[in-house]
């Protein structure tokens, strides 16, 4: 079966064509980061107008990469929850009318299980795992039972982990996006020269949650209360023991997660799963199967969700023509019923 995906929920336009859930045939993924960069984050009118006038060339590029005509499509998977509203409107508009169009099946997808769904386009992953989904919009624990069944063991409760590498980059001028910029600088600094504290949670609550916030403070606000003597405070000493903060802030949480349940393989996705540092903390870990998806399936994308959309048309879901876009998503465990 050959589903095409689309991606719309963020600044990421994405069209791929995958064969039964498994076999990228094509994959375009056009981003707009060059357009966000003047504003040092994601600006959703901008986004919502580049993918509507991105999206008819993008899923033609993908269309001819894959060598298929529209009528070799067998049914049509797209994003419509969690993302921007304008942003999601226009992929699950053109995904409406392109299966109207061929008179073929729809399916609303959820990204963030689409995420968790990714590292199946390239390995054969078992169930159960501990999924770490960290990005500008998403920072998640959770524990994956099937392809189904997740349950968000914890999350944020202000800023997203990739939010914060950018706020910080934002404030110091170092560029956008922050993540990269930040990793490249901490790798000719020192991490020990300032200790950021970690986010004070209650923890009988919040036994998995994270919080930036505190650390953003500190970093911005209070920079010489946390500096450790003999340290000058150079970018790259921030950028380092900023980077070392707020991984550690969330690999402490899923390594609790890991003792908790005594899963030991872990799936690490969103654009943060790039850090150097990450990898390195989660590869020196003890005991531990970690996997990393390529880069591109790491961040946001329409093979993902082309991949998870066959699995939930092949149950027989289908949606209609009123199918409706989400901002957010309900509820900490999210299996399809
Ligand atoms: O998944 P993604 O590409 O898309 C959205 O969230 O929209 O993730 C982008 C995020 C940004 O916040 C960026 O700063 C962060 O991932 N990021 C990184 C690194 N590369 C990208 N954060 C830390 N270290 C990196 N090497
Ligand atoms: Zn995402």
């Not at 963020?10 to 980061?33: M, Y």
């Not at 298929?68 to 797209?78: E, F, K, N, R, S």
């Not at 956008?176 to 930040?182: D, E, K, S």
């Not at 990898?279 to 005991?287: E, F, K, V, Y």
Request: aromatic content about 8%; glycine content about 10%; hydrophobic content about 45%.
């Amino acid at each position: 079966m050959n589903v095409v995906g689309i991606e719309s929920s963020c600044d990421e336009c994405s069209v791929a064509l995958v064969a039964d859930g498994k076999r990228i045939q094509a994959h375009q993924v056009a981003t707009q980061i060059d357009f966000h960069r003047p504003y040092s984050g994601v600006v959703p009118e901008i986004a919502s107008r580049k993918h509507t006038e991105w999206i008819l060339p993008v899923y033609r590029q993908a269309l001819a990469e894959s060598g298929l005509t529209g009528a070799d499509i067998d049914a049509v998977a797209v994003t419509n929850r969690p993302g921007l509203i304008g942003s999601l409107v226009v992929g699950v508009s053109f995904a409406k009318a392109l299966a109207f169009g061929l008179d073929r099946p729809l399916i609303g997808v959820d990204h963030v299980l689409a995420h968790l769904y990714a590292p199946q386009l390239e390995t054969e992953l078992r169930y159960p795992f501990l999924g770490l989904l960290l990005s500008g919009g998403h920072t998640i624990v959770c524990r994956m039972d099937s392809i189904l069944d997740m349950q968000i063991l914890g999350t944020t409760i202000d800023d997203a982990c990739g939010e914060a590498f950018d706020k910080v980059a934002k404030f110091f001028g170092w560029g956008y996006p922050g993540g990269a910029v930040i990793d490249r600088m901490a790798a000719a600094g020192d991490e020990r020269a300032f200790s950021f504290p970690d986010a004070s949670l209650h923890k009988g609550e919040h036994r998995y949650d994270v919080s930036y916030s505190g650390l953003k403070t500190a970093v911005v606000n209070q920079l010489e209360r946390f500096r450790n003597p003999g340290y000058p405070s150079t970018p790259q000493n921030i950028a380092a023991s900023f980077q070392k903060a707020a991984i550690d802030m969330v690999v402490r949480r899923l390594l609790l997660a890991v003792a908790d349940s005594g899963i030991r393989r872990v799936v690490v996705g969103g654009g943060v799963a790039a850090n150097s540092y990450l990898r390195r903390s989660l590869c020196s870990a003890r005991d531990l199967e970690v996997v990393f998806p390529s880069p591109l399936l790491c961040a946001d994308n329409a093979a993902m969700i082309a991949g998870l959309g066959y699995h939930l048309l092949r149950r027989g879901d289908r949606d209609g023509l009123d199918l409706d876009v989400a901002a957010r998503v309900s509820g900490f465990r999210r299996v399809y019923p």
